[in-house]
């Protein structure tokens, strides 16, 4: 990583929602990414899904040469949380230690399938109703 690429705090993330194994139109997806002691430091990210359960949203990143510089662990929380019909679902939850990108999959782009009449689990690293592609 040089000294002035961007940190990713979040990589890009694509996903669908179902319920029941059908597409939900409509509910809300709220991306939150905590880096600091100030949990507000990043505003939450906001999407609906379309007619076809589909959301997206862009990397979140971030720049500083100073951490390029000084050693040190990275600790990112990254949480996704899904409103619908009044109900909140535990989509992903997971701990990010490092600033490439797709580092949460080793590698591979974050594409979800978050299907909502699943209970939450592990599934590697990550925790929730979301698995990967």
């Not at 040089?2 to 694509?14: I, K, M, N, R, T």
């Not at 959301?55 to 990275?74: C, G, K, M, Y």
């Amino acid at each position: 990583m040089g000294l002035f690429d961007p940190l990713v705090l979040f990589s890009e993330v694509h996903g669908t929602v179902l319920k029941d194994g059908k597409p939900v139109a409509g509910a809300e997806v709220v991306q939150k990414v905590v880096w600091s002691d100030n949990e507000d430091e990043i505003p939450s990210q906001r999407a609906i899904t379309d007619p076809g359960g589909a959301f997206s949203f862009p990397a979140v990143e971030r720049r500083s040469v100073l951490l390029h510089l000084l050693p040190h662990q990275p600790v990112v929380i990254q949480k996704i949380v899904i409103r619908y019909q009044g109900a909140e679902y535990e989509a992903w939850r997971h701990t990010k230690g490092s600033y490439e990108i797709n580092s949460e999959l080793d590698g591979r782009p974050l594409k979800l399938v978050c299907e909502l009449s699943r209970q939450p689990d592990f599934e590697g690293t990550h925790y929730g109703i979301c698995k990967a592609e």
